[in-house]
């Protein structure tokens, strides 16, 4: 295998183990982008044995190996990720490689999508079209909060997941929206794009499911939780 390709591979493998980090740690409220040395502190105080690499090529092409499963996995995912106490923290070194499979994974995603939801279907193979997009819907949902965590201000990226959501409104995933717009807001106070999908999405909430005054009570709150981050950080 070429040294592109196999770059290739290890990124999609980067980009796999933080969506499963995602995924499996959804009490995560809190993100930091931080530089490799501090990853050391952060491992000794989790009693973690751990030890530097020496490049991002060491990190992407060194560092994986297939698991008990046969799936491939990062040999050392402790000199890329930290996550403890629903804070999350990702190394500075890897983030535009993180960044670039994230995009062509949604990019992909919401190809895949839009073709089956555009393709014109007779009434009785409606249900058919349904379960067939319920895989790139999932992988859209999954490739843009990964890359919006990366990069808030990607207003397409947001139009994705209010795409997926407008055709078939469902509570659950509505609050998982706040969560997610809360959490960009935790290190991006300011993202316009964040606070616009969070209005959006209370807006649709409060038409389909809640009471919009009991919203607006726990919305005020956490608006003025931000503006004491904002107001401690100054």
């Not at 999932?138 to 201000?153: F, V, Y």
């Not at 999908?197 to 807006?203: G, L, N």
Request: with cysteine; proline share 4%.
């Amino acid at each position: 295998m070429g040294h592109r390709s196999y770059s290739a591979e290890a990124s999609e493998i980067l980009l796999e183990q933080f969506e499963l980090i995602l995924d499996h740690h959804k009490l995560i409220d809190e993100v930091g982008f931080i530089h490799p040395s501090q990853f050391a502190e952060l491992n000794e105080d989790s009693g973690v044995s751990w030890s530097p690499p020496s490049s991002i090529w060491q990190i992407l092409d060194e560092s994986h190996e297939s698991d008990s499963t046969g799936l491939m996995c990062l040999r050392n995912e402790k000199s890329v990720f930290w996550y403890g106490n629903h804070k999350l923290a990702i190394s500075i070194q890897v983030v535009p490689v993180l960044y670039n499979a994230a995009r062509l994974a949604h990019m992909e995603a919401r190809r895949s999508y839009e073709r089956l939801i555009n393709v014109p279907k007779r009434r009785s193979s409606l249900n058919a079209t349904n379960f067939e997009a319920q895989f790139p819907e999932t992988d859209i949902m999954k490739h843009s909060r990964s890359l919006l965590i990366l990069s808030p201000e990607c207003g397409s990226v947001w139009n994705s997941r209010k795409l997926v959501l407008s055709r078939e409104p469902n509570l659950a995933l509505l609050i998982d929206e706040l969560n997610l717009s809360m959490l960009v807001l935790s290190y991006s106070p300011k993202s316009e794009q964040a606070w616009s999908h969070r209005r959006w999405v209370i807006k649709k909430i409060a038409e389909k499911f809640l009471d919009l005054y009991d919203i607006i009570g726990k919305e005020s709150e956490f608006v003025k939780k931000i503006a004491e981050v904002m107001c401690f950080s100054w």
